[in-house]
Nanobody, 125 residues
Framework: QVRLVESGGGSVQAGGSLQLSCLAS?????????MAWFRQAPGQEREGVAG???????TYAEAVKGRFTISGDNANNTLYLQMNALEPEDTGIYYC??????????????????WGQGTQVTVSA
């Protein structure tokens, strides 16, 4: 059974930085494809932020390119999201997700089978 646990959220002022972590269990080398970060602002749909693929490559949403960096530590089964130059528009609940099939858009909500409980990120102006 895959379990994802996020940590590292908090409140910062615009221009600040935060690093999110996602500890994965049950997501083994044989069945993994992409792990990703999504976010959901109040009253908005959940959207993809960044995906980390099994070959080590990454995909980013246009809104975060150049500011966010996704990375993974296979030895510790942990996914990270380094967020710099944060903006109030980055406020929301950030979710870690994992999928097994690689055939769809890596930032598509519907292609992910496993989700963490989310961690709140609040950026004030």
């Amino acid at each position: 059974q895959v379990r994802l646990v996020e940590s590292g959220g908090g409140s910062v002022q615009a221009g600040g930085s935060l690093q999110l972590s996602c500890l994965a269990s049950g997501y083994t080398t044989n069945n993994r494809c992409t792990m990703a970060w999504f976010r959901q602002a109040p009253g908005q749909e959940r959207e993809g932020v960044a995906g980390f693929h099994r070959d080590g490559s990454a995909t980013y949403a246009e809104a975060v390119k150049g500011r966010f960096t996704i990375s993974g530590d296979n030895a510790n089964n942990t996914l990270y999201l380094q967020m710099n130059a944060l903006e109030p528009e980055d406020t929301g609940i950030y979710y870690c997700a994992a999928r097994h099939a690689c055939s769809e858009d890596s930032l598509s909500v519907g292609s992910y089978a496993h989700w963490g409980q989310g961690t709140q990120v609040t950026v004030s102006a």
